[in-house]
């Protein structure tokens, strides 16, 4: 176990939802490589010129998903070659800086279609960018256990809420988040069409995430762990809990054929190993995020 108060925690993908949060809600001493960073960090690139040998963790959060704006036009080939090649490079540069650290975002969808899955329920990726996060984990690992290098790679659930309605910079709500338009479009006197009302979510509060992240940080315990809140969430019942806190709801639904409708996890395994407790509830993401968008 480390002091974290004095780590230096290199950031991949820093200023995205997660980072974002990540930097306002720990003072560590954080080194940002990102897109958007002036100049941008291209991390298919070289990128070795933003490691240093004093870096105590790599937190990789950096990727290419079918919800970024610039994935409209890209293909299979496209996800490979960044985010696959990311992940090498990022790998190239723990050995070449002897960084004996790194935790890896990963996604509970390589589980596929289903509830309750643990860490070693079979993999069943619905595409490829799916696909891609699965070469990381591996890559990642196999690395890692030939180098003796501390890994932690975080399946992790839907990622929901805000910090608090003072920060309105930059992805603190995510856009294209289910929850995020429900209420997004409420106050805005608009309606949101859902296309299937049997969809199942595991939503993690943003602040549970980043304690989740800062847990694997400050600890030398590797592995493959779920990150969620355990809580098999409906449309249903989301809908339900907006309409209670803000007194309406403007949804329309719609029966039509969805791709993965179902994706819990069970977090018992994380929640054992590194003894730590969630603290926000579907409440507490609902409360947060209608506080956001109302400022």
Same mark, same amino acid.
Request: proline share 3%.
């Given at each position: 176990? &480390?002091?974290?108060?004095?780590?230096?925690?290199?950031?991949?993908?820093?200023?995205?939802?997660?980072?974002?949060?990540?930097?306002?809600?720990?003072?560590?001493?954080?080194?940002?490589?990102?897109?958007?960073? /002036?100049?941008? *960090?291209?991390?298919?690139? %070289? *990128?070795?010129?933003?490691?240093?040998?004093?870096? %105590?963790?790599?937190?990789?959060?950096?990727?290419?998903?079918?919800?970024?704006?610039?994935?409209?036009?890209?293909?299979?080939?496209?996800?490979?070659?960044?985010?696959?090649?990311?992940?090498?490079?990022?790998?190239?540069? $723990?050995?070449? #800086?002897?960084?004996?650290?790194?935790?890896? =975002?990963?996604?509970?969808?390589?589980?596929?279609?289903? $509830?309750? #899955?643990?860490?070693?329920?079979?993999?069943?990726?619905?595409?490829?960018?799916? %696909?891609?996060?699965?070469?990381?984990? +591996?890559? /990642?690992?196999?690395?890692?256990?030939?180098? +003796?290098?501390?890994?932690?790679?975080?399946?992790?659930?839907?990622?929901?809420?805000? =910090?608090?309605?003072?920060?309105?910079?930059?992805?603190?709500? @995510?856009?294209?988040?289910?929850? @995020?338009?429900?209420?997004?479009?409420? /106050?805005?006197?608009?309606?949101?069409?859902?296309?299937?009302?049997?969809?199942?979510?595991?939503?993690?509060?943003?602040?549970?995430?980043?304690?989740?992240?800062?847990?694997? @940080?400050?600890?030398? !315990?590797?592995?493959?762990?779920?990150?969620?809140?355990?809580?098999?969430?409906?449309? &249903?019942?989301?809908?339900?809990?907006?309409?209670?806190?803000?007194?309406?709801?403007?949804?329309?639904?719609? +029966?039509?054929?969805?791709?993965?409708?179902?994706?819990? *996890?069970?977090?018992? $395994?994380? $929640? @054992?190993?590194?003894?730590?407790?969630?603290?926000?509830?579907?409440?507490?993401?609902? !409360?947060?995020?209608?506080?956001?968008?109302?400022?």
């Amino acid at each position: 176990m &480390r002091n974290g108060a004095c780590m230096k925690i290199l950031l991949l993908g820093g200023k995205g939802f997660v980072g974002s949060a990540m930097t306002k809600l720990y003072p560590h001493n954080f080194v940002i490589a990102d897109k958007n960073n /002036i100049p941008p *960090i291209d991390l298919t690139g %070289d *990128i070795s010129g933003v490691f240093t040998r004093d870096i %105590d963790v790599v937190i990789h959060l950096a990727d290419i998903n079918p919800h970024s704006k610039c994935a409209i036009s890209m293909d299979a080939c496209d996800f490979y070659s960044n985010n696959v090649l990311s992940t090498l490079n990022v790998i190239k540069c $723990l050995k070449q #800086f002897k960084i004996k650290h790194i935790i890896y =975002l990963s996604t509970s969808h390589v589980y596929g279609c289903g $509830l309750d #899955f643990g860490e070693s329920s079979p993999l069943n990726p619905p595409n490829y960018y799916v %696909d891609t996060k699965i070469c990381c984990e +591996n890559i /990642i690992r196999d690395y890692c256990k030939d180098s +003796n290098t501390v890994y932690q790679i975080l399946r992790v659930s839907s990622v929901s809420g805000a =910090l608090n309605d003072k920060f309105r910079t930059k992805s603190i709500c @995510a856009e294209d988040h289910l929850i @995020a338009n429900l209420i997004k479009n409420n /106050i805005n006197g608009g309606n949101t069409v859902v296309y299937n009302p049997g969809i199942i979510r595991d939503y993690i509060h943003i602040k549970d995430l980043c304690k989740c992240i800062n847990a694997c @940080a400050v600890s030398d !315990k590797s592995g493959v762990y779920n990150v969620g809140s355990g809580v098999a969430t409906s449309v &249903r019942i989301l809908t339900s809990t907006i309409q209670k806190q803000m007194g309406y709801i403007n949804t329309i639904y719609r +029966n039509s054929q969805v791709k993965m409708l179902l994706n819990t *996890i069970s977090n018992n $395994l994380f $929640l @054992a190993t590194f003894d730590v407790s969630l603290d926000y509830t579907l409440d507490d993401i609902i !409360k947060d995020t209608i506080s956001f968008y109302q400022k």
